[in-house]
């Protein structure tokens, strides 16, 4: 097996570097490389979306998790304001949705999941979406991927960019960003604090009281990082370096059926540096770029109840995480003939993590070799085949193969399909495998294969412009890991569901220009059915039944309105009915709500102020059962710009 791989590896080395020392210099040809991006462009497969620039610079102060939950189909699962927040894309679960931060994977190796609340977008420059075939250069991403990166800036001088946010609750931020963007250097470093006390007034129907107007208690958090950036240009090459580190601090309040017992204290406290260093080298033809990472882990979670009469021990847990992962990437991009291209990675992930909650330490090597060809078979038409193969600690996990077909019909050529087909498989994670007690050392990988289906409308008719996308997909999951309870009253993962999900996606752009005014909307809405449709499933009579927490319906539509130096954004989010448990259809769902957002801004000069309204309408809702929801609450924006 060793051997096997050290043949491929030398390979994939051996033909970069044969390339590389063919090479002396590098010609920069803008016009033709934008030439051939207008021409594909219409023929673009339909399994990526990039969120508008316009809606990141409105959401620059916010979390991953609220951009998300907003702007994409993607429905985020959240405890509420400094909690856990996690995705379900396409109808799966947390653990599914693989995030990427420049190409490299965030999911923790111990849950094998992302908290999208420690995200803020303010550290990030662009956010995008892959699903299906769109996901195939990396193991993990059953339902999607979400990918976050940094853009590297050159020729803008001195960079200066100054936000700070007041809001209801106590809630203060801080951001600042400070670079210097030269010819061959750019240097920046982004830093930010974000703090509240987060004891807004709910309504809790969990408490028989009369008084059931209560204030959120035991809540409070502070963010804070800071992220150095710098870039050099060579001759004929790129060498830049990034390091993101943060601080989350974070008391947990009490669930709506526990607000009586103050004898209690639960927090966490989690740390992280990831760091990554890249080279990337250019010819005419194509480029390699060799990456390095290496993320550094801390996360602490702290539980104490307590008797509210004796005062006497409850409940205790002290769980300490630490966790070391490194990244190796070798990326090639080579023009082959005509439209035709290819690209290759080679990776190798090694995980380590201590934990008191294993028996040791516990580490993964991850191997994988990937190759796609993309190209026009005839005209109108694009087909992209990839394939990867990957080894877990030495044993192979197979071959795993997607293929996408995308058309644009000659007769009418605002409207393209793209056909796809993807095969895609997940480890399980380390707590999956080692927790104690209860982990499964003998779990198998989750296997899923997807088909896609989407089209697109996309159409100018004077200052108006208008891209429309709908589709469905058919997905099914199989070795789907779940935790049950055993004989020996603790719970155990096992692969017992078959889990086969299938939907209908749409989303709009759209867009008016004229004069002094600028009109966009845009907006998803989702309709999802996922059931486990596995022997056990039908032997406890829950076949055919929507999983827990995952909405049948879910979408949002964002208005923006610029005239002149003013600027009106109204948002809107919707979320359907949710079951807690399998047999809750006549009690305790999750009922369906609608909120609703609008901000008010003025551009002067090189200042910018803001007012922001969240919850509108003062919503009183649960996005997770017991858990409280803030109402309405204001915000105030300053941002100093040079």
């Not at 109808?91 to 420690?118: E, I, M, R």
């Not at 390095?292 to 769980?319: K, M």
């Not at 009922?591 to 000069?605: C, D, I, S, W």
Request: proline share 4%; with cysteine.
């Amino acid at each position: 097996m060793n051997r096997r791989i050290g043949i491929i590896v030398l390979f994939f080395w051996g033909m970069m570097l044969s390339r590389l020392h063919a090479q002396d210099t590098i010609t920069l040809k803008t016009v033709e490389v934008k030439a051939e991006r207008d021409r594909v462009e219409a023929v673009k497969p339909l399994v990526t979306r990039k969120l508008d620039t316009i809606i990141l610079k409105s959401k620059s102060t916010a979390t991953l998790s609220d951009l998300l939950i907003q702007h994409s189909p993607v429905f985020i699962k959240t405890y509420g304001p400094g909690g856990v927040s996690t995705a379900s894309f396409r109808g799966t679960t947390a653990s599914h949705t693989l995030v990427l931060w420049n190409g490299f994977q965030l999911n923790a190796p111990t849950l094998g999941q992302v908290d999208f609340s420690t995200i803020p977008v303010f550290l990030v420059d662009d956010v995008s979406l892959n699903w299906g075939s769109g996901t195939s250069s990396n193991s993990g991403g059953l339902g999607g991927s979400v990918n976050i990166d940094n853009n590297i800036h050159f020729g803008d001088g001195i960079h200066l960019d100054i936000k700070r946010t007041f809001g209801s609750f106590k809630t203060f931020g801080s951001y600042y960003t400070m670079g210097y963007y030269g010819k061959k250097v750019s240097f920046r470093v982004k830093t930010y604090r974000n703090s509240s006390e987060n004891d807004f007034m709910y309504y809790n129907n969990a408490v028989p009281d009369t008084n059931r107007r209560l204030k959120q208690r035991n809540a409070d958090f502070v963010d804070y990082g800071v992220m150095p950036e710098v870039s050099l240009m060579l001759k004929h090459s790129l060498i830049s370096f990034s390091s993101w580190n943060q601080w989350n601090e974070r008391n947990l309040p009490p669930i709506m059926t526990n607000v009586s017992n103050k004898n209690f204290e639960e927090w966490t406290k989690d740390s992280f540096s990831r760091n990554f260093l890249s080279f990337k080298t250019f010819w005419d033809s194509g480029s390699l770029q060799l990456k390095s990472a290496a993320f550094v882990e801390n996360q602490r979670y702290f539980l104490e109840v307590r008797n509210p009469y004796t005062n006497g021990f409850v409940t205790g847990i002290n769980s300490i995480n630490k966790a070391l992962v490194l990244h190796q990437i070798a990326n090639l991009e080579q023009h082959l003939y005509k439209s035709w291209n290819l690209k290759a990675k080679l990776q190798w992930d090694n995980e380590r993590v201590w934990s008191n909650n294993y028996e040791g330490m516990k580490k993964r090597n991850v191997v994988s070799a990937y190759a796609a060809v993309n190209g026009e078979p005839f005209k109108y038409a694009n087909l992209n085949l990839t394939a990867r193969y990957d080894w877990t600690d030495g044993k192979p996990m197979g071959l795993f193969p997607t293929a996408t077909f995308s058309y644009q019909l000659p007769f009418f050529k605002a409207l393209s399909l793209t056909l796809g087909y993807s095969h895609n498989y997940r480890n399980p994670s380390l707590n999956d495998l080692y927790w104690y007690p209860g982990g499964n050392p003998d779990l198998l990988p989750e296997n899923g294969r997807t088909v896609d289906l989407a089209i697109k409308f996309n159409k100018e008719f004077g200052p108006f412009k208008l891209d429309f996308r709908t589709g469905g997909y058919l997905s099914r999951v199989k070795n789907w890991i779940q935790w049950k309870p055993s004989f020996y009253r603790y719970w155990v993962p096992e692969n017992v569901a078959m889990v086969f999900a299938r939907g209908i996606e749409n989303h709009i752009d759209a867009s008016f220009v004229k004069g002094d005014w600028k009109l966009s909307l845009s907006g998803n809405y989702v309709f999802t059915v996922t059931t486990d449709e596995s022997p056990r499933a039908d032997s406890l009579g829950i076949s055919g039944k929507q999983l827990i927490y995952i909405p049948r319906h879910h979408g949002n539509l964002f208005f923006n309105a610029q005239w002149k130096t003013w600027n009106l954004s109204y948002t809107v989010e919707m979320t359907g009915r949710r079951s807690t448990s399998y047999g809750d259809e006549e009690w305790l769902p999750l009922l369906p709500y609608t909120l609703h957002h609008v901000a008010l801004g003025k551009q002067m000069n090189q200042f910018r102020v803001e007012l922001r309204c969240n919850n509108l309408t003062d919503k009183d809702y649960q996005n997770v059962i017991w858990r409280a929801m803030p109402g309405r609450s204001f915000e105030v924006m300053v941002n100093y710009k040079y």
